[in-house]
Nanobody, 127 residues
Framework: VQLKESGGGSAQAGGSLRLSCQAS????????LGWFRQAPGKEREAVGT???????RYADSVTGRFTISQDKTNNTLYLQMNSLKLEDSGTYYC??????????????????????WGQGTQVTVSS
């Protein structure tokens, strides 16, 4: 599965951005798709995941502000980011794994559990 993110850019704090991730194909009926982000000098961190059957999970830092969704008809994953904060800045990546990697936080929070990654898209939030 090849992944390609788009939609990054600049926004002011309190604003919104919508990221997209186009998958070349979804090989299996069951899968786990995730959004991760990485700020300069920091480790990559999980933002949230969505399973093939639709269950969505979020990191505490984005709960209530970010929404993950998918359009299975065209293999696209979305990340709607509202009420952006300065600390949301970074490079955002989408990633693909098998469905059971979405089952609990200990699994989906680890980037090593995801084998397919996009090239990333930059998000910059300014005051």
């Amino acid at each position: 599965v090849q992944l390609k993110e788009s939609g990054g850019g600049s926004a002011q704090a309190g604003g919104s951005l919508r990221l997209s991730c186009q998958a070349s194909e979804l090989m299996y009926e069951s899968y786990c798709l995730g959004w991760f982000r990485q700020a300069p000098g920091k480790e990559r961190e999980a933002v949230g995941t969505i399973e093939s059957f639709g269950t969505v999970r979020y990191a505490d830092s984005v709960t209530g502000r970010f929404t993950i969704s998918q359009d299975k008809t065209n293999n696209t994953l979305y990340l709607q980011m509202n009420s952006l904060k300065l600390e949301d800045s970074g490079t955002y990546y989408c990633a693909y794994s098998i469905r059971r990697m979405c089952s609990d936080y200990e699994r989906w929070a680890k980037s090593a559990n995801f084998g397919n990654w996009g090239q990333g898209t930059q998000v910059t939030v300014s005051s």
